[in-house]
């Protein structure tokens, strides 16, 4: 079988609380907290971006994947916050990992699915005897107009899978997409931050699209909720994914451990990614996964992941999940918020 | 290799000079010195200059000077060592006119910092570009890495530190080309900005303006000159890496010891026979260190030496920077090292007014470019 | 940064590759000519992202590029084979920055060539 063969996560530091950006703009945190289920996000440093994040995830999924990095064919990189609009993010990557280069690079955007479009492609490439190994990675460092209600979520972090044919943790057994013109949040080129069309956002594209990407997995599979131990799903909020899981036929309880988003935010095109990453620090052998994520726009893909006995030898080779998301934080204001997010204008 | 005396001197005021370019103020300068040396031609001039492309667009600096001097054809050398390219435009002079190549030189020095250049930027350049400035290393962060070792493993305290600016500025009040001729006490410096822990902003020697030069000639010629002139007794010059992470030591200066010890060598003189040092302090823990690796006190002894006045001018063992120093009389880089020389000079020959140390006969300039990268070390004694 | 200067520290910066000299010296970045023996023969090594501070320093005035980020910490640090490099300190109290303390060099952005020029990477380091 084909599939996940090393898989890790990273986080930056900082963190701030909802509290402390509610007061800002005088909002009731308490609402916020109780509506969208956010508690407190995580802020990259100013030495930070979406290619530092991925370097350190992919460095964590090369300890737990034990290839040599010359092995692996493709590397690409789902962002909604690539640091250049022309330029591959990965081509600095492969360079920091000693990939290649004998590789094929390419950025990857659909807003908040582009990490996992990545990781079909690097499946289907190992699966098409392309290439031997393949790295995908969703990543983002994404940011909300100061103010606006995305200020709550858009955080920074991601996840990096190298897919391959041996030694696979997880097997990919099923996978789907589901696609169609839906403009509920874009960026228009030149412009800093994005739009959204409000409650536009909910039932007509999120909703509409992960459910119908997950009932339709579900048919191609032939499978139930209940033959599954985990659910994820894209995560823009802590709310909306257990509504649609809900809605699917999921438990609260299959959902729990890939439900980061009230501590992490919305790690846009790392959300469902790093949800799947702490779900597999916590996997036994012959768990079955389920996985949809959202792509503003829009789109939905669906995974079905097998967990296989080799995941007990790679959990700890490198740092989990939970490692970066519960220690060493440090809480920051909102004045140095907007310094490191250049949410002010600084002189040149 | 003749003997060579140093027989005359001239300087601007050291601060900033708005109303004067580079060349205004080398060609002055100049001037001065081939005036009060009683000379009535040179065979050939270094200019000390650090940088004049990067604080005023203008390479080819030596012809540019030897043109505004009205002295072209004769040759003139451009001389570059960072910080020391003052003392090393003396040293290249000395080492002309000791050869028999010449007989009357001219060695000046100069640089113009404030005509609106990034002086940051350029300063740093005496630095490792691509893994010391690269990842955010200032000038004064060097320094001050150094002071935090040094203060580590012998205790040196911010006091003393303080102690160095303090008796720099006790002397520069006394110095009437010193940038800044005003007394201050410890606290004051101890209260100023931090720049980088633990150096304050008094820690550091300022930006400025300025030129000096002096005349050489051989020793058995002075005299038709004047009865004012000092032999030179060594003149020595040393190296170590660029990067301050590469050395072996971050609180002794290699390139300084390697230096003296080759200097005291040539003139067959110890540590204690010499009477005033005009040393590089681009910053207070420069001095101190610099003091140690002179050989005046053992390592790591320098802080406290200061603390207790072994080095001031009235009850000094070895009075350092009777000038002001870098930090009080100011630091236009690429003449520094030429207003080192001058100051010794003045002292070994009863001209130094104010400051003069009592019965002054060897005095010791020491230059140092970047951090400690390269040194010289010139010793003159009064004939 | 111009493009052929800065792609040329990229092993050095991005994967801490540096020289072993027979003599047993390293050398970071690489060199044509150990200082320390003479010997122009080496052997390509990658240094540990582990090691700890010789000694620091906390920068409150830096220049424009570096302006964003102070008051930071940088400090020349030794790593568990041998290396020696200096590297500004990310994401730590500056308090907990002392001589002696262990920490680890990453991948992280270390300069913006202004608003349209290159990012610029290299290493920092972390207090462990």
């Known amino acids: 079988m084909i599939g996940i063969i090393g898989y890790g996560s990273y986080l930056p530091r900082y963190r701030i609380k909802v509290e402390d950006i509610a007061r800002e703009w005088g909002s009731d945190p308490a609402s916020i907290k109780r509506g969208l289920k956010l508690f407190e996000k995580t802020v990259p440093g100013l030495d930070e971006d979406t290619i530092t994040i991925s370097v350190a995830a992919a460095k964590n999924a090369l300890k737990r994947a034990q290839i040599d990095p010359k092995d692996i064919g493709a590397v690409y990189i789902g962002s909604e916050s690539h640091p250049y609009a022309v330029k591959p993010s990965a081509t600095i990557l492969i360079d920091a990992l000693g990939i290649g280069p004998d590789v094929h690079v390419a950025s990857y955007e659909f807003a908040c699915k582009a990490g996992t479009e990545a990781m079909f492609v690097a499946n289907s490439l190992v699966k098409a005897g392309e290439v031997k190994y393949a790295l995908a990675i969703g990543a983002d460092t994404s940011q909300g107009a100061p103010g606006d209600a995305l200020e709550y979520s858009a955080s920074a972090g991601g996840s990096a899978f190298i897919m391959g044919a041996e030694n696979v943790v997880a097997d990919i057994l099923f996978s789907n997409s589901y696609t169609s013109d839906t403009p509920d949040f874009w960026r228009r080129e030149h412009e800093f931050y994005p739009r959204h069309a409000g409650r536009f956002t909910g039932e007509p594209a999120y909703f509409r699209h992960v459910v119908s990407a997950g009932k339709l997995l579900l048919e191609k599979s032939k499978m139930k909720p209940e033959d599954f131990d985990y659910a994820v799903f894209h995560m823009p909020n802590g709310k909306f994914p257990q509504v649609a899981g809900k809605k699917l036929g999921f438990t609260e309880g299959q959902m729990k451990v890939g439900w980061i988003a009230p501590w992490m935010g919305n790690t846009y095109s790392g959300s469902s990614p790093t949800g799947l990453s702490a779900i597999l620090d916590e996997a036994k052998p012959g768990n079955k996964i389920f996985m949809v994520s959202f792509g503003s726009g829009a789109g939905s893909d669906g995974f079905i992941f097998n967990v296989t006995d080799k995941i007990l030898d790679v959990q700890d080779k490198a740092p989990k999940l939970r490692d970066y998301l519960d220690n060493n934080k440090i809480y920051i204001d909102y004045g140095q918020y907007a310094k490191f997010r250049e949410k002010i204008i600084l002189n040149k | ?383 | 940064m111009i493009s052929p200067r800065y792609v040329r520290e990229i092993p050095q910066r991005y994967r801490l590759e540096a020289s072993k000299c027979k003599c047993g010296k390293i050398n970071f970045p690489l060199r044509l000519v150990c200082p320390s023996c003479k010997s122009r023969e080496f052997e390509t090594i990658t240094l540990s992202d582990e090691g700890k501070i010789l000694t620091y320093t906390i920068i409150r005035v830096a220049s424009d590029i570096f302006s964003r980020e102070t008051p930071y910490a940088v400090a020349i640090i030794e790593t568990k084979d041998g290396g020696k490099l200096t590297a500004m300190i990310a994401d730590s109290n500056l308090d907990d920055v002392k001589i002696g303390k262990k920490v680890r060099l990453e991948f992280r952005k270390i300069q913006d060539e202004g608003v349209s020029g290159l990012h610029c990477y290299g290493y920092k380091a972390i207090v462990t």
């Not at chain 2, 060695?107 to 404030?114: C, I, T």
């Not at chain 2, 038709?224 to 050395?247: G, N, P, W």
């Not at chain 2, 007014?353 to 300039?365: D, F, T, Y």
């Open chain 2, 1 to 383: 290799m003749r003997d060579v005396a140093v027989i005359g001197f001239g300087m601007t005021k050291f601060g900033e000079l708005w109303n004067k370019s580079i060349k205004d103020i080398f060609v002055e300068a100049s001037l001065n010195a081939i005036e009060n040396a009683g000379v009535d031609h040179i065979d050939s001039m270094y200019v000390g200059a650090m940088s004049s492309g990067l604080f005023v667009g203008q390479e080819h600096i030596a012809a540019v000077m030897a043109d505004y001097l009205g002295m072209a054809p004769v040759p003139s050398t451009h001389v570059e060592s960072a910080c020391a390219s003052g003392g090393m435009a003396f040293r290249q002079a000395y080492l002309d006119v000791a050869s028999g190549n010449s007989e009357i030189v001219l060695a000046g020095g100069v640089e113009k910092m404030n005509d609106g250049a990034d002086v940051t930027a350029a300063l740093a350049t005496a630095a490792d570009q691509e893994y010391e400035v690269y990842n955010g290393v200032t000038f004064p962060g060097l320094y001050a890495m150094i002071a935090n070792a040094h203060m580590h493993e012998f205790k040196t305290t911010s006091k003393q530190l303080a102690a160095v600016a303090v008796k720099n500025h006790l002397n520069g009040f006394n110095n009437p080309n010193a940038q800044f001729r005003s007394k201050i006490s410890i606290d004051t410096v101890l209260n100023s900005t931090m720049v980088s822990d633990p150096l304050h902003l008094l820690d550091c020697s300022p930006i400025t303006d300025g030129g000096a030069a002096v005349i050489l000639c051989p020793l058995d010629m002075a005299k038709k000159f004047t009865d004012k002139f000092v032999k030179i007794i060594a003149s020595t010059q040393a190296s170590d890496s660029i990067a301050l992470y590469e050395r072996k030591s971050f609180t002794s200066l290699n390139a300084v010891s390697n230096a003296a010890e080759k200097a005291y060598k040539q003139c067959n003189l110890k540590p204690t026979e010499i009477d005033l040092a005009e040393v590089h302090d681009c910053f207070t823990i420069s001095e101190i260190v610099v003091s140690e690796d002179l050989g005046f006190f053992n390592k790591g002894k320098g802080g406290l030496a200061v603390e207790e006045g072994k080095t001031s001018i009235e009850s000094g063992e070895i009075p350092i920077n009777t000038s002001g120093g870098l930090k009080s009389k100011g630091h236009p880089v690429g003449a520094t090292g030429i207003a080192q020389i001058i100051e010794v000079y003045e002292q070994l020959t009863g001209q130094a007014g104010k400051r003069q140390v009592k019965n002054a006969r060897i005095g010791l300039a020491q230059n140092m470019g970047g951090s400690g990268a390269s040194c010289t070390i010139n010793i003159l004694e009064a004939i």
